[in-house]
């Protein structure tokens, strides 16, 4: 079932109006997320609202999302211990892409068939366990959408209708809007297969059998009154025997094996319909013979027979089945943020505030640095060629209305002087908590690290001015040098900045973005809109923190842990030295491999993992499993406290923890800097069949890499930076063109980490889902434009300068002719006359404006026109390769693009995965 947009709040207050105390709590499954946690934290927050007991389960894998289902959600159903008067859970971030009801209720076909038979089920009551799915990630399963058996009862065709009461349990899935506005097609072909009874190719060979044909010829001479009649209609239906050649179901696909009937899994295989009876029956209507022949009537249409009604029921059926196919294997992608869809839940119960509206910025601003949203950062472009603003655009438009909504500007901050272009870095007064749009450019952690170290470690800025050899660094410096700022200047922390370049930094960056491909490395100048501006709020005087700052730290906290575990010379802020002192990785895989010799008992494992390879003989675990700590329960707890309101009464979570943490964003973006610029200098990035590759085998950083969240980080750095030199290269372009399929397979990446210590690769596959290298030009490119600027400047001062001429010659020839006719009153039309002037050339120069940017869109600059999402599909590759080659592979991620690949069978796994097709 699903539940459309506009009904999220009846369903939640359907929820207070019936739970009681007897009730169980509410069971809260999430996904370890940066965009789950804050939806949680909205959730909670309702929750604690209306005095709703409810407990909160991190789940990593779907291994965490089965266990917990065995351990957490079956005792709910009514009848099997436990509660047993049903319950609620609720899946954030996970869930959507496998059938809840098998792998959280552990339901199979078989057991629903016998709870049918049961009086339980007689009396309507089904199990009592309902599921609500808020899963970001598509495409959907389909079986948690319009399966499960519930018509009736305030559902029809799996749509949740406003007079739902529920009780009976059953899986709910959260519709952003996507499933009533695209899957129309899909929805039908379900249906149709659902009540479709089973047909194969074998009914339609059984069905022209000698012996039926006879029976058929039997019943028409019972019907008919003319047995001659029937017996030569029984004579001619012998005649088409099953040796008869018919093209037309010999090409069916006749050798394919029947699909299973429950769809279990987003793997590919085509959704069957339900159990239909009889295949043969209902199919064909008795005609009836006329009682006395009518001479003058037409001749009745022939009624199709029976084999040709089969014949089009199977080709009906394999129309659907393909339909769902395609829906499947069209790859997977991102929807809108969960975070947002709980705060649409909030502002329609209408307790929406600031601090619910801060954590859904933090979760759309989490979305857009992610990799995986393909679907949300990507630019597409409609029929005409024209660009169209992506999805998450639109989103943080709708939040830049609600930040104006819920916080106006105070008489106190209209009293003091405005700077638009200045990043704000402190509160206005001890007690603000607003929240504010801020120009905020594309630097990492701006406010808690030196200008210097900002700029080196933004991945937007660091792949374009090459960062990784010894002239990107001194690109570097003479951006600088340019912007008037000296590199002692520079490598103070932002806070202790000149003032007057604080104030003028946004200036001075757009004034030299073009001639270094930065183009969009501030936002515009448009003051009323604020179109690309960012957010930022402030904590009284305690700190002033952006929502990509808080995103970036706590997503950190969830892929390498807390700073406990840090060498205490890289905390640091920045003053890091990676020749003089122990990085983060060399003294935790110091401490690691004396875990596993035996020598401490402290070492950190590896990253946390939802299931462990017990069958490998050589797998070692460094701890006993009873000292192993829970890695991730500690991460998820931790970062969720640092999404906690900061109050009088919470004086240790929230932003104290934010702060406390900023170091371990710091160290992972020097990891990532300083790895991913060893494989591009050194050359290791290769490029295979139908995407990049790459491999981390060794180095300083390895141990930190194992963890797919700091993985996937890496290939988008090193994603980008391959495409910024592919561009230039080419011009601007992609080698195979700007747009279409080829284009988008030449963006795709596969990138994998060596971890030693469990003998597996983790490998991640990014491609078709980046936000692309955007605009960038060649250094030719450059110097051109620069140079038709420049001519564009001078032709621009010479059109001036004539049009000047001309006017103060019409100035003196009208005052000439004023004197000569003695009227000295006419000053006001020349005023007129100079105005429309005036408006003629302001219009000359926006013209020319607008040449020059058009210009730039169609110049060498020009991304992929891709009119619909870019979408991922690595993870229908990586099963393909898995049952061609057999390799040994573990896909437990929510994420279906990363897997764990045995050491040994990396080769070969690699090898048949460049010869599919992995972005759709």
Not at 402 to 426: A, F, G
Not at 529 to 544: E, I, L, N, P
Not at 810 to 834: C, H, K, P, T, Y
Request: aromatic share 4%; proline share 5%; hydrophobic share 30%.
């Amino acid at each position: 079932m699903y539940l459309p947009r506009q009904q999220l709040s009846s369903l939640y207050t359907h929820l207070t109006s019936t739970h009681n105390a007897t009730n169980p709590p509410l069971l809260i499954l999430t996904a370890l997320t940066v965009d789950a946690l804050c939806a949680v934290r909205i959730l909670t927050a309702l929750l604690k609202r209306d005095f709703i007991p409810h407990t909160v389960v991190p789940v990593s894998g779907y291994a965490d999302l089965q266990d917990a289902g065995e351990r957490l959600v079956q005792p709910l159903k009514r009848g099997a211990g436990g509660a047993g008067d049903g319950g609620r859970v609720v899946c954030i971030g996970c869930g959507g892409g496998v059938d809840l009801s098998e792998l959280l209720l552990g339901l199979t076909e078989e057991d629903e068939a016998e709870q049918d038979s049961l009086e339980l089920a007689a009396q309507q009551q089904g199990h009592g366990v309902e599921i609500w799915v808020i899963d970001a990630r598509r495409p959907w399963n389909l079986e948690n959408i319009f399966g499960n058996g519930y018509e009736g009862e305030g559902v029809k065709e799996g749509r949740i209708l406003e007079h739902y009461q529920g009780g009976r349990g059953g899986v709910i899935v959260w519709d952003d809007g996507d499933i009533e506005r695209e899957m129309d097609e899909v929805k039908e072909a379900w249906m149709g297969l659902r009540d479709m009874p089973e047909i194969t190719e074998d009914d339609i060979a059984i069905g022209n059998a000698p012996e039926d044909g006879e029976d058929a010829a039997a019943g028409d001479e019972e019907r008919g009154d003319d047995a001659e009649l029937s017996s030569s209609q029984g004579k001619r239906k012998r005649s088409h025997s099953p040796d008869d050649h018919d093209p037309e179901a010999e090409n069916s696909d006749g050798d394919d094996e029947r699909p299973s009937r429950r769809r279990r899994s987003n793997s590919g295989t085509p959704i069957p319909s339900s159990p239909g009876g009889n295949p043969m029956s209902n199919q064909l209507a008795a005609t009836a013979s006329p009682s006395a022949p009518v001479p003058s009537s037409p001749p009745a249409p022939k009624a199709p027979s029976l084999k040709q009604q089969k014949k089009d029921l199977l080709r009906l059926r394999r129309r659907h089945e393909a339909t769902l196919q395609k829906y499947y294997d069209a790859g997977s992608w991102t929807a809108d943020p969960v975070s947002i869809m709980l705060y649409s839940l909030a502002e329609d119960l209408g307790r929406d505030d600031n601090e619910l509206l801060w954590l859904a910025i933090v979760g759309v601003e989490s979305v857009a640095l992610s990799p995986f949203a393909s679907s949300q950062t990507s630019k597409s472009f409609d029929e005409g060629g024209r660009r169209s603003a992506n999805r998450l655009d639109i989103v943080k438009s709708l939040l830049r209305d609600e930040v104006r909504r819920l916080n106006p500007p105070s008489l106190h901050s209209q009293s003091q002087p405005d700077y638009p272009d200045t990043i704000p870095t402190q509160a206005r007064s001890a007690t603000d908590t607003s929240i504010r749009l801020s120009p905020e450019p594309r630097f990492l952690l701006i406010r808690h690290w030196s200008l210097y170290d900002s700029m080196l470690h933004s991945t937007y800025l660091s792949t374009r001015l090459h960062i990784w050899s010894e002239s990107g660094r001194k690109r570097l410096h003479k951006l600088l040098a340019k912007m008037g700022i000296s590199l002692s200047e520079a490598q103070k922390g932002y806070v202790h900045l000149d003032l007057e370049i604080k104030r003028s930094l946004n200036q001075r960056l757009s004034r030299f973005a073009e001639q270094y491909n930065l183009d969009g490395l501030v936002p515009g100048t448009d003051y009323e809109g604020k179109t690309a501006w960012g957010f930022v709020r402030s904590w009284g005087w305690r700190g002033t923190l952006s929502a990509v700052d808080v995103a970036t730290v706590v997503s950190a906290i969830l892929e390498v842990g807390p700073s406990e575990h840090f060498a205490t010379s890289d905390l640091t802020l920045g003053k890091y030295d990676p020749g003089r002192r122990e990085t983060f990785s060399a003294s935790l895989l110091h401490r690691t491999r004396q875990a596993q010799q035996g020598t401490t008992p402290s070492g950190l494992p590896s990253p946390p993992h939802s299931s462990d390879d017990n069958n490998n003989p050589n797998h070692t675990n460094p701890n006993p499993s009873d000292e192993t700590p829970d890695y991730t329960t500690t991460r998820f707890f931790l970062a969720l406290d640092s999404l906690s309101p900061s109050t009088a009464s919470h004086t240790t979570a929230g932003l104290p923890t934010l702060l406390h943490h900023l170091p371990v964003a710091q160290t992972l973006a020097r990891a990532i800097l300083r790895t991913g610029s060893h494989l591009i200098s050194k050359k290791q990035i290769r490029h295979l069949r139908s995407f990049r590759m790459g491999v981390v085998r060794e180095g300083p950083d390895l141990g930190l890499f194992v963890h797919p969240g700091a993985l996937v980080k890496l290939g988008r750095w090193v994603g980008e930076a391959v495409g910024v030199l592919e561009a230039e290269k080419n011009g601007g372009r992609k080698r195979e063109g700007s747009g279409g399929k080829k284009g988008e397979e030449e963006e795709a990446l596969v990138l994998a980490a060596l971890d030693e210590g469990r003998g597996v690769y983790v490998v991640v596959g990014l491609g078709g889902g980046s936000d692309g290298v955007g605009r960038v030009r060649s250094r030719r490119e450059i110097r051109e434009r620069e140079e038709r600027r420049q001519r564009r400047g001078v032709e621009k001062a010479e059109r001036k300068a004539e049009r000047g001429r001309v006017r103060e010659e019409r100035r003196r020839l009208r005052r000439e002719m004023r004197e000569a006719n003695g009227d000295l009153e006419s000053e006001d039309e020349d005023e007129e006359e100079e105005e429309e002037e005036s408006s003629g050339s302001e219009s000359d120069s926006s013209e020319d404006d607008e040449d020059e940017e058009s210009e730039g869109e169609e110049g060498g600059g020009v991304g992929k026109r891709r009119k619909g999402p870019a979408r991922n599909r690595f993870g229908q590759a990586f099963q393909e390769v898995v049952e061609e080659t057999g390799a040994r592979v573990r896909i437990d991620s929510f994420e279906h693009s990363v897997v764990e690949v045995r050491k040994e069978d990396l080769a070969g796994f690699l090898e048949g995965l460049s010869l599919k097709s992995v972005v759709g």
